[in-house]
T-cell receptor, first 112, second 113 residues
């Protein structure tokens, strides 16, 4: 119930391509869905976040698509660059709580 | 606006020893969170503070773990009688208020020999 399932585990994309990472959840009490980017040896950095009353949010090359009925959300990285190579985590927070529940991560490699 | 600062960055210790980590949140952030991240996994919530009050603790936080935030500013996380399974990255995050984005530090990597 408190899990967030993330796929794929790893992803290889060519420079300029679109990277798509998917997450699914069961608990309808989740009310906030952030995505974090983590480079080796660094802490997670907030990339973009969405609330379930919005179906899409775009910030630069990063877009979150949210499907409330399917209980799924995804991160799209347009025009992927080698500098985007990192591990990406989706997360969710239960309304009324402050703890984040994270997916297991997707290691993205963007080849030049 | 400096980010969340954690010290030390790396800690190597023998099994059975006690260790203490420090986290300095972003200035004026009244929420402070501790997470643990093992290799190949996402961060797992441990506990969080609103000012000096510890408001939620995960079942992951056994009685060997204790966290404090005595003056509502920096926080410490202590692990007593360390075990091999405690090897992980310990991450601290802070947010300005409830329901605001959580900003993470670069963590303390703990290795148990």
């Amino acid at each position: 119930q408190q899990q967030v399932k993330q796929s794929p585990q790893s992803l290889i994309v060519q420079k300029g391509g679109i990277s798509i990472i998917n997450c699914a959840y069961e608990n309808t009490a989740f009310d906030y869905f952030p995505w974090y980017q983590q480079f080796p040896g660094k802490g997670p950095a907030l990339l973009i976040a969405i609330r379930p009353d919005v179906s899409e949010k775009k910030e630069g090359r990063f877009t979150i698509s949210f499907n409330k009925s399917a209980k799924q959300f995804s991160l799209h990285i347009m025009d992927s660059q080698p500098g985007d190579s990192a591990t990406y985590f989706c997360a969710a927070r239960i309304g009324g709580s402050e703890k984040l529940v994270f997916g297991k991560g997707t290691k993205l490699t963007v080849n030049p | 606006d400096t980010g969340v600062s954690q010290d030390p960055r790396h800690k190597i210790t023998k099994r059975g020893q006690n260790v203490t980590f420090r986290c300095d949140p972003i200035s004026e952030h009244n929420r402070l969170y501790w997470y643990r991240q093992t290799l190949g996994q996402g961060p797992e919530f441990l506990t969080y503070f609103q000012n000096e009050a510890q408001l939620e603790k995960s079942r992951l936080l056994s009685d060997r773990f204790s966290a404090e935030r005595p003056k509502g500013s920096f926080s410490t996380l202590e692990i007593q009688r360390t075990e091999q399974g405690d090897s992980a990255m310990y991450l601290c995050a802070s947010s300005l208020l409830a329901n605001q984005p959580q900003h993470f530090g670069d963590g303390t990597r703990l290795s148990i020999l």
